[in-house]
């Protein structure tokens, strides 16, 4: 994920300090890893030096000064470049799964890669009944179920990989004990 | 003792066996997936389980008693009082308008016409299709006719309910609104669940999931021993 440009989009509807868009930013992505502050501030540096926000005042109301930034033209120019661009097809997360099945299958041990792939299934499947519970709950917002939706849609795809790669592998395992 | 529970399941169709000794156990107020493959067994299970096949061995006992050994009418009346069906589609009576659809199995059980109704039109209510109470199933959406299949399976307020690919035949949006319904009544009414489903989405609304595997459960999920061999 981009932080930079989801920082400039929370910034679309008016001026934030570091703090506001660390917390705009857990309340829109509730599923996404939280962001650090150190982030958010390492970042609006790099969009300040790149002339895509601009500090926007100092509020002294609580505490220490804090800066606000806003977006500039270009900051918007570039928030509307990022959101209309493809992003690659490519399944990031179930690269790892797939290393793993590989790696073992390479090392020639069938088993480990059955028992890997029998307790990834059932890792993925826990955590798709905890995201259906997130989606179902009558107190849940637009924003939690389209998030959980995301997260059900790619784990029901490595779920299916899993389970058809654990029918090829038992071939495999068959293939091998019976010879 | 468990509330619904398996014992060495078998049960072939002519020489092609479809159960090979399964075990389970479902406890009360449990929402339980079945899942696997196509030809798993899974909906000869359900079957089995919910008296409408007699397995070839093994036992079904629910509530500490064996209803395999019933007579067929010992287990249309089980049916009838205790436990609620639903399948993939094509439950609705065609000619009969939602609400008498749902009041059916009130009116088959001896329940007065009106008092049938009002139940239907409640049940209806639950299931967020109240306003096509008086229209027929071929004027209504599948998302709209299956949630008044959910409300004419609970309408007797059944203590287990069996759904067997219950969004099947239906898109995603239109199957997880019937799988929420279902869901929070069979909660709500402590209803004892068995799920039979192959999509693992659909079996995540369970609280847990058995695999099945060449008609035998799978617990570890690393195929069972007959496809071991």
């Given amino acids: ?179 | 003792m468990s509330y619904l529970s398996a014992r060495g399941l078998v049960r072939s169709y002519g020489r092609t066996p479809a159960l090979r000794g399964v075990n389970l156990d479902v406890e009360e107020g449990e929402i339980v997936a079945v899942t696997g493959p196509s030809g798993c067994g899974k909906s000869t299970l359900l079957h089995c389980l919910a008296g409408i096949l007699r397995p070839d061995a093994g036992e079904v006992t629910y509530r500490g008693r064996r209803i395999d050994t019933l007579s067929e009418g010992a287990r249309a009346a089980l049916r009838r009082t205790e436990f609620g069906v639903l399948f993939q589609f094509g439950q609705l009576v065609a000619e009969l308008t939602a609400a008498e659809n749902v009041a059916l199995p009130l009116l088959l059980a001896g329940t007065g016409r009106r008092e049938a109704r009002t139940a239907a039109l409640s049940w209806l209510d639950r299931l967020g299709v109240a306003d096509f109470a008086d229209q027929r199933p071929g004027e209504m959406s599948g998302g709209q006719q299956q949630r008044c299949a959910v409300a004419r399976a609970l309408v007797t307020e059944p203590r287990v309910l069996f759904c067997d690919e219950p969004t099947g035949a239906l898109d995603s949006l239109a199957g997880e609104q019937v799988l929420g319904h279902l869901v929070r009544l069979a909660r709500e009414q402590r209803t004892t669940v068995v799920l039979v489903t192959h999509d693992v989405q659909v079996a995540a609304y369970g609280d847990r999931e058995i695999m099945l595997r060449d008609g035998a459960a799978d617990p570890t999920g690393l195929g069972t021993v007959a496809a071991q061999q």
């Fill in chain 1, 1 to 179: 994920m981009s932080t930079p440009h989801v920082l400039l989009g929370l910034l679309v509807d008016g001026p934030k300090h570091g703090y506001d868009l660390k917390r705009a930013h857990d309340l829109k992505l509730p599923r996404a890893k939280p962001v650090a502050f150190g982030q958010v501030y390492a970042t609006l540096g790099r969009l300040v030096r790149d002339g895509l926000v601009v500090p926007a005042g100092q509020d002294r109301d609580a505490g220490p000064d804090r800066t606000s930034y806003e977006l500039t033209e270009e900051g918007r120019k570039a928030l509307k470049e990022w959101i209309a661009a493809v992003e690659a097809p490519m399944p990031h997360l179930s690269s790892v799964l797939l290393a793993k099945v590989v790696v073992a299958l390479l090392v020639g041990d069938v088993n480990q890669a059955r028992e890997y792939l029998a307790a990834q299934r059932a890792a993925h499947t826990t955590r798709l009944r905890e995201l259906t519970g997130v989606k179902t709950d009558p107190d849940a917002s637009l924003s939690d179920v389209i998030a959980a939706d995301f997260g059900i849609a790619h784990l029901d795809a490595d779920l299916r990989w899993l389970q058809t790669t654990l029918d090829r592998v038992a071939d495999l395992h068959r293939e091998v004990t019976t010879r």
